[in-house]
C-alpha cells in the first residue's frame, strides 16, 4: 500500500517534470540549445497566474493570462538571444541562457519580494481526495489531467496539423524542409510559443500545489527538466515524457529510503548520472 | 594593510586559483563543467574535517586538495562516457550530488556544516601572501600549459575530439589530466578557504557559486589566462567597489553574463584583442 502510495506521488511529480521537459525538448530538438532560462518563463508564468488569480478571483483567467504572457515571452528569448548566437559553439547559448535565468531570479525578488505570494484562496488545494487510502488534492489532480490533455493534443499537432508537420520537417532536416517551403523562423517562434504555454501552466500549477510563488521556484525544476531530457536521450519526445515519469517515481522512493543520505535533487542527478554511465545516449535514443 | 584590504585580497586570490582551474577544464581542454563548486567544496571539507581531526595545516591542505583531485578524476571519467551537452549536464549534476550529500549527512554536519576549524599556523595577512602566492604560482603553470606540447593537445581535444584522436593524440588522458589540474586547484582554494573563514556551510558551494566562477571565465575570456586572471579580480572588486551592486550581485552577473555571451563571446579578452587587431 505505501509502496502504491509512493507510486502515485511520484507520478504526479513526473506528470509536472513532463510538462516543463517538453518544453525544453522541443527547443533542444530543434534548435539545440539548453534552454535553462525555461525556468524563468515558468516562474514568470506563476507569477502572472497568481497576481489574476489574487485581483480577479478567476483561476481560468489567471491561467488564460499567465499562458498569453509566457507564450509572448518566450519566442522573445529566442528573437533576442537565441537567435544572434546560433552559429557560435553550444556553450555560449547555454551561458547565456543561465546568465538570463539568475539575473531574472534576482529581478523576480527585487520586483515581488524576496520571501514569496501566496493566493488569497486556493480551493484545488484545499479540495482533498481518499480514494482507496491514498489522499490527492485537486491540484495534483489537475496536474495529471493537464499533462494527459496538453500532451495529447501536442502529439496530435505534431501528427496531424500541417504546422505540425512543417515542425516535424526542420526537426530532422532544416534545409530540406526550408527548400520545400517551410518557414523555419515561424517554425521556431511556434517551437518557443509552445514550449512557453507549456511552461506557464506548469508554473500555475506548481504555484497551486505549493500555495507559493517565490523567485528561485524554478530553477531546481529547471534543472531537473535538463536531467530528465538528458535521460530520455536529447531530444526524444516519448523519451523524454518517459524519463519524466521514471524520475517522479525514483525520486519518491529515493525520498524515502535515501533521506539520511542525500536530499531529492541529488537523488535525481545521482540518478541521471548512473543511467549515462550505462547508457551515455540516454534511456531512449540511437547511438551516435 | 587592514584587515579588509587583507580580506579582499585573499579572496580575489581564491577566486583566481578557481577561475583558472576552470579555464584549464573549459577554455583549454573544452570540457564545459557547471559544477566546479563542488570541488572548491569538496576542497574545503576535506580539509576542514582534517583539520578539526588535528591534522597540522601543510598536510590538511593537501588532504583537501587530493580529495577534490580524486573527485575530479572520477568526474572525468564519467567525461569520458559523455559529451558536450550530456557533459555540462553531468557536471551540474556532479554539484547537486556533492551539495544534496554535505546537507543532509550528518558526518559532514549536515546544515551546520563544520565549525570551529583550528586557525593556520599565520596571521590573516600571512594567510593572503600565501594566498596570493598560490595563486601567481598557479598563473605561471597555466601560460606554461597553454604554450606546451600538453596545452597544444588541450587545444586540439577541445577543437575537435574525433580529429586529435585521428591524429594520434589520447583524448582520454588529456582529459583526465585537465580536470585532475583543474579540480585539484579547486580544492586548494578550499582548503584555504576553510582556514579563512574557518567555517564551511553547504551553501557557500552551490550553483551559484559554480556560475560565479564559470562569469569570471567567460566574462574575463574563456581560454586566455590573462582574461581569466583579470575576469576574477574584477568580479571579486566589482561588489566591493560599488556597494550598491551588492544587493543585485546576482542580478549583474546574469546580466554580464548573459551580455557577454551575446555580444562578445570571447569576453574582455577578445575585446582587447579586436581593439589591437583594428589598430594593426
Known amino acids: 500500500m505505501f509502496a502504491l502510495e509512493l507510486t502515485v506521488v511520484g507520478l504526479i511529480w513526473g506528470c509536472m517534470y513532463a510538462l516543463m521537459a517538453l518544453g525544453l525538448t522541443l527547443v533542444y530538438g530543434l534548435l539545440r540549445i539548453l534552454h535553462v532560462a525555461h525556468a524563468t518563463v515558468f516562474t514568470l508564468g506563476a507569477y502572472a497566474g497568481l497576481l489574476v ?21 518566450g519566442p522573445l528569448i529566442y528573437r533576442l538571444i537565441y537567435e544572434p548566437i546560433l552559429n557560435q559553439p553550444p556553450y555560449v547559448a547555454l551561458i547565456a541562457s543561465i546568465g538570463l535565468l539568475v539575473a531574472m531570479e534576482d529581478g523576480f525578488r527585487l520586483l515581488f519580494g ?19 487510502g491514498i489522499t490527492v488534492n485537486l491540484v495534483q489532480v489537475w496536474i495529471v489531467a493537464a499533462a494527459v490533455v496538453l500532451l495529447g493534443a ?40 509552445i514550449a512557453s504555454v ?32 538528458v535521460l530520455g536521450g536529447l531530444g526524444n ?37 548512473g543511467v549515462l554511465m550505462v547508457r551515455p545516449q540516454g534511456l531512449i535514443g540511437a547511438r551516435s | 594593510m587592514n584587515a579588509y584590504l587583507v580580506s579582499i585580497a585573499t579572496f580575489a586570490s581564491l ?23 563542488a570541488f572548491y567544496g569538496i576542497g574545503a571539507y576535506g580539509a576542514a574535517m582534517a583539520a578539526v581531526a588535528g591534522v597540522p595545516f601543510p598536510l590538511a591542505l593537501l ?101 586529435a584522436r585521428t591524429i594520434g593524440i589520447d583524448v582520454a588522458y588529456y ?41 569570471m571565465v567567460v566574462i574575463g575570456g574563456i581560454g586566455s589566462t590573462w582574461g581569466v586572471v583579470a575576469g576574477a579580480i574584477v568580479l571579486t572588486l566589482m561588489p566591493e567597489l560599488f556597494r550598491f551592486i551588492n544587493d543585485y550581485k546576482l542580478l549583474v552577473y546574469g546580466a554580464l553574463l548573459l551580455a557577454v555571451m551575446r555580444f562578445s563571446p570571447a569576453g574582455m579578452a577578445g575585446l582587447v584583442q579586436r581593439m589591437f587587431a583594428r589598430r594593426v
Not at chain 1, 488569480?53 to 515571452?73: E, P
Not at chain 1, 524576496?114 to 484545488?124: E, Q, R, V
Not at chain 2, 583558472?20 to 563543467?33: A, T, V
Request: glycine share 10%.
Open chain 2, 63 to 163: 588532504i583537501g586538495t587530493l580529495a577534490a583531485a580524486l573527485a575530479g578524476v572520477i568526474t572525468g571519467i564519467a567525461s569520458l562516457r559523455v559529451r558536450e551537452d550530456f557533459l555540462a549536464i553531468v557536471t551540474m549534476g556532479v554539484g547537486f550530488l556533492f551539495l544534496g550529500i554535505v546537507r543532509k549527512a550528518p558526518w559532514f554536519g549536515a546544515e551546520m556544516g563544520i565549525s570551529k576549524i583550528p586557525a593556520a599556523p599565520f596571521d590573516k595577512t600571512g594567510l593572503a601572501a600565501f594566498a596570493m602566492f598560490s595563486a601567481v604560482a598557479l598563473i605561471a603553470l597555466s601560460l606554461h600549459v597553454r604554450r606546451s606540447w600538453m596545452g597544444e593537445s588541450f587545444r586540439a581535444v577541445a577543437d575537435d575530439e574525433d580529429a
Open chain 1, 237 to 273: 519526445v516519448p523519451g523524454t515524457l518517459i524519463a519524466s515519469l521514471l524520475l517522479g517515481v525514483v525520486e519518491s522512493f529515493g525520498t524515502i529510503y535515501l533521506d539520511k543520505v542525500m536530499d531529492r535533487d541529488a537523488i535525481a542527478f545521482l540518478f541521471l548520472i
Open chain 1, 53 to 73: 488569480a489574487n485581483h480577479s478571483g478567476s483561476l481560468l483567467l489567471a491561467f488564460a493570462v499567465a499562458m498569453i504572457v509566457a507564450g509572448i515571452v
Open chain 1, 154 to 193: 501536442f502529439a496530435l499537432f505534431s501528427a496531424r496539423t500541417r504546422a505540425g508537420v512543417a515542425w516535424r520537417a526542420t526537426v530532422s532536416d532544416r534545409q530540406m524542409a526550408e527548400s520545400f517551403g517551410v518557414d523555419v523562423l515561424k517554425v521556431r517562434y511556434l517551437n518557443f510559443f
Open chain 1, 114 to 132: 524576496p520571501y514569496g505570494l501566496s493566493f488569497a484562496a486556493n480551493t484545488w488545494f484545499t479540495t482533498i481526495y481518499s480514494l482507496g
Open chain 1, 198 to 229: 507549456l511552461a506557464a501552466v506548469a508554473g500555475v500549477l506548481v504555484a497551486l500545489l505549493n500555495n507559493l510563488v517565490e523567485p528561485g521556484m524554478g530553477g531546481v525544476i529547471s534543472y531537473k527538466g535538463l536531467a530528465i531530457i
Open chain 2, 15 to 37: 577566486n583566481v586559483i578557481l577561475a583558472l582551474g576552470l579555464n584549464l577544464i573549459s577554455g583549454f581542454c573544452g570540457q564545459i563543467s557547471l559544477g566546479h563548486a
Open chain 2, 175 to 215: 582529459k583526465l589530466v585537465a580536470f585532475l589540474i583543474g579540480t585539484a586547484a579547486a580544492g586548494f582554494a578550499g582548503g584555504l578557504y576553510a582556514y579563512l573563514t574557518q567555517l564551511v556551510v553547504p551553501d557557500a558551494f552551490g550553483f551559484v557559486q559554480s556560475v560565479t566562477i564559470l562569469a
